[in-house]
């Protein structure tokens, strides 16, 4: 069984930093993609960046440059750090584990920016 724990969300004005991260444990195979998505009121819920074991990394294109992605294979950890935080990127943000055809999903961390 696998399980994701999240931590770091909260409140921040906007232009603010905030860190986000997801330990996951259980059986987990060496060769996966962690990530993180995000949920705001009403609507889908959408990717926001994404890490391979391997080190290749993906973005939205509303994130790029602003929020980076990093992970810890030896901990199974992955990290969102998200810097110059706007309104829009107000959202309950979900962390997510593919291994093979199977997808693992945290219970989400609130992030809320105040403008």
Do not use: H
Not at 7 to 25: E, I, K, M, N
Not at 40 to 55: F, H, I, M, N
Not at 76 to 101: F, G, R
Request: proline fraction near 2%.
């Amino acid at each position: 069984q696998v399980q994701l724990v999240e931590s770091g969300g909260g409140l921040v004005q906007a232009g603010g930093s905030l860190r986000l991260s997801c330990a996951a444990s259980g059986s987990i195979l060496r060769i996966n993609v962690m990530g993180w998505y995000r949920q705001a009121p009403g609507k889908q819920r959408e990717l926001v960046a994404t890490a391979t074991s391997g080190g290749t990394t993906k973005y939205a294109d509303s994130v790029k440059g602003r929020f980076t992605i990093s992970r810890d294979n030896a901990k199974n950890t992955v990290y969102l750090q998200m810097n110059s935080l706007k309104p829009e990127d107000t959202a309950v943000y979900y962390c997510n584990l593919k291994i093979l055809m199977s997808d693992y999903w945290g219970q989400g961390t609130q992030v809320t920016v105040s403008s």
